[in-house]
């Protein structure tokens, strides 16, 4: 049976932070590409019912994501992500906020650095996460704004994808026998192969 979840959300308003710690029942490589594959990001990263959709990813350092959170009456904001440092499958950073449809940043709206720490804790995953701001009243509009709720749906929707994952892994795995996979490749070749 699996532990229960960590849980962890502070505020610290003496030095313009969100610390949040959660743990997740999903090995280190699935939790990690959760958090940095678009395609994956889309199905949990906005609270229901809204629904993120992204327009460009390239997760590399000088890289960014740019992506629309979409409401159930098509209100649309649009958020960039650029990836400053990543260490695979441990640690990523990266300063998020708000901007048009082009990535053009906002500046009237705050934005925030995010340093997300992974670790493997037996069959679970830890992230840590750490958001910075440039000041208090940055941190206090995005509180305001419903950041806490709106992050902790994420969250949920993140471990309903991984119950998913196991779901489907359990079905197509009947059991623990090693199983092979045969792919054959014609480089450049391949009507000439079938032909054959």
């Not at 990263?45 to 629904?51: D, G, L, Q």
């Not at 720490?117 to 996460?129: D, P, S």
């Not at 045969?182 to 000439?192: A, I, P």
Request: with cysteine; glycine share 6%.
């Amino acid at each position: 049976m699996s532990k229960p979840f960590l849980f962890n959300f502070l505020v610290d308003k003496e030095n313009n932070q969100i610390k949040v710690e959660r743990s997740f029942n999903a090995p280190l490589d699935l939790v990690w590409a959760a958090w940095t594959d678009a395609e994956i990001l889309d199905q949990w990263w906005a609270p229901k019912p809204w629904r993120a959709e992204t327009k460009h990813m390239d997760f590399r350092e000088g890289g960014y994501w740019l992506y629309a959170m979409i409401g159930p009456e098509n209100e649309t904001h649009w958020s960039r992500a650029d990836y400053e440092k990543i260490i695979p499958e441990k640690y990523f950073s990266a300063y998020d906020g708000f901007c048009d449809e082009n990535g053009n940043l906002n500046p009237a709206m705050p934005r925030k650095k995010w340093e997300n720490n992974f670790t493997a804790n037996g069959e679970q995953t830890l992230v840590h996460i750490l958001l910075s701001f440039d000041s208090l009243e940055d941190l206090e509009k995005i509180i305001a704004m419903g950041f806490k709720e709106g992050f902790t749906a994420g969250l949920e929707n993140l471990d309903q994808y991984i119950a998913a994952q196991f779901y489907l892994r359990k079905h197509n795995k009947t059991n623990n026998k090693t199983r092979v996979s045969t792919y054959l490749n014609f480089q450049g070749k391949t009507e000439e192969a079938f032909n054959f």
